[in-house]
């Protein structure tokens, strides 16, 4: 039966006409496909982010650095899909080493938007977005640094959940900029996403972040949901406008809705570049060519391949944490973070989760930002603070017409299934599966 | 405090960064105007005191069960050692 599902995926994806995919081999997924149909995700297909490890497969993080590159292990939130009984297709393009927010910095060409392929999907997971609005895969597992899983699920009408920190294990995850980011589950449902979460959450001796975590249970009378004004100003009128309806729709479930402010927001995105760049810098150094890579006389020379934003970041992450950079850059940003944080703690004494906008604007033309990263970087204003404050967030898509929109729901640490229960409760008043 | 090509060229050494001279001029002129942004955008002022201090846990060693498969990624191995090159 689990194979019937692996061959239709197959047949689904077809020539890839989205470029979702980055060497897909469908023998080895029919290779890797387990032989008994038992478990909680028997015949769920999941296409896996190409920066987290399935031991046997190319792991390239969409960089030609790694173009050879082959897993030694598997990553363990993908052997715990895997034991739950999924079945992996394959691995998704991405933008290189999760430096983007569209979808286009891939080496391997960009990621088409299969609800009009003009438009960029998203990113970085933009293959995971792909994978699953074209209907190939059910579910994907991605990663959210800055809002990599809710860009895609925003604009590609997917559902998307950047969890806690400590709820997935991140080994096999390539770390990029390790305090903000984390494997992250994306579905066609919001029960694509909590079945995901749940199959792969867990104490995991490789990643000590996890084993001091614990879901808080989730509560089962009305929410009060906060409104947050500084998340609709930034966003376009008429995306605002809709989910301001979809928000305020709730109270059909229950919830009592409230006004929110949080005017630390207005420092995330600086402050979320500068970390990332630093983080990053760091984190790139062990691409020197001597464990993996290119085979070149000097460091220089294996990293000539690095794309143009790859470098940009290594070389802003180097310049705000250097001598001259420190004090007026990275210090500075480790301290509006914590305001940040202080905010964010603060607001959930008030309110239970907090809602708006997940992109300020519908999926825009391949092309249009690429050569502007100031407008790049514009895209991720509304995701970042959840990373930044290290709370869960998730995206759920909104019915009507014209391109995808999503609404992004935030809670307190620890607090994923009462941010999925209020995801599901939009899906069914104004979702596309209402 | 302006980022001067000097102080590129001085940053993309540290990086290990070999920039062509389209290179310098796009990352410059990128690298100034996205900090200029970040400057109007970040309320915080530039002497916030002591850095936020990390938290650090012990390394611990552990064996990895597959080396073989490890080093099958190594571009240069000599003798099953990795060789690096000179370094000085």
Redesign the interface.
Known sequence: MTHEHLERAIDRLGADPWNAFIGFDADAARERAPTSTDGPLAGVVVSVKDNLAVKGLAMTCASRFLADYVSPYTATVVARLERAGALVLGKTNMDEFACGSSGESSAFGPTRNPVDQTRVPGGSSSGAGASIAAGVVDAGIGSDTGGSVRAPGSFCGVAALKPSPGALSRHGLSDLAMSLESPAPMGRTVANVRELLTAMAGPDDHDPATSAFAFAPERTGPLRVGIVPQFFEAAEPDVAARVDAAARALTDAGHEIVEHSLPAVGDGLATYYLLNYAEFASAMQRYDGTRYGPLASTPEAARACLGPEVKRRILMGTYVTSREGRARWYTRALHARAAIARDVTAAFQDVDVLVGPTMPFRAFPLGERVSDPRALYAADVLTVTANLAGVPAGTVPLTGPGLPIGLQVMGATARDFDVLRVMADVERLSGVAA | ?E?TAE??EH??R??????SED?RE??HR??V???D??DA????????????ASQL?EDIVVP???IA??L?????LKDGR????RSL
Do not use: Y
């Not at chain 2, 540290?14 to 920039?19: C, F, G, P, Q, W």
């Not at chain 2, 955008?41 to 936020?52: F, N, S, T, V, W």
């Not at chain 2, 099958?72 to 240069?76: D, G, K, S």
């Open positions: 405090m980022l102080t590129l940053v993309a540290l990086a290990r960064l070999d920039l290179e796009t990352f990128d690298i105007h996205v900090l942004l970040f955008l970040i309320d915080r002022p530039a002497d916030a005191g002591r850095e936020p846990r990895h069960e597959d498969a490890l099958a990624n190594v571009p240069r990795i060789d690096v090159g």
